[in-house]
């Protein structure tokens, strides 16, 4: 019954607002240092295509998106050589490692996590949303 382009609309929006607003979920780390153990269901460029070795024929930097089973997401710009041999499934251990100050009510956006791949070895770190809390 709705158009095709309001459907696309509608789409848009649902995946805007699943990729800018992080989930809190009583197993995520709470305090700098806490840790948890989850693993990897979805690793991404920021479209939602799959992460690729390679540099962006173009130069654009599509950067990366990764999210786990505990409700944890992380965003970046820039593409995470450290995450490239990371497969779903994958067991990891994800750390709080910042939380914002001086946020709205509510707004939980900006928290760091440290991540370690436990079948890799390699670790990054990035935020959970890609603006700070109070931001756009």
Wanted: charged letters at 20%; a positive charge.
């Amino acid at each position: 019954m709705w158009s095709g382009q309001f459907r696309l609309t509608l789409i848009f929006l649902a995946l805007a607002a699943i990729h800018s607003a992080p989930i809190m979920a009583p197993s995520l780390p709470q305090k700098i240092g806490q840790c948890a153990d989850t693993v990897i269901i979805s690793i991404t460029d920021r479209f939602g295509d799959k992460l690729s070795a390679l540099p962006p024929a173009d130069g654009f930097d599509p950067g990366t998106v990764i999210e786990f089973g505990n409700g944890v997401r992380q965003f970046s710009y820039e593409k995470k050589t450290s995450a490239l041999g990371s497969q779903i499934g994958d067991k990891t251990q994800v750390c709080l490692a910042a939380i914002p100050k001086h946020c709205p009510p509510g707004d939980t956006r900006g928290r760091v996590y440290k991540t370690k791949n436990l079948r890799t070895g390699e670790t990054w770190t990035m935020p959970d949303s890609l603006h700070l809390c109070g931001g756009a």
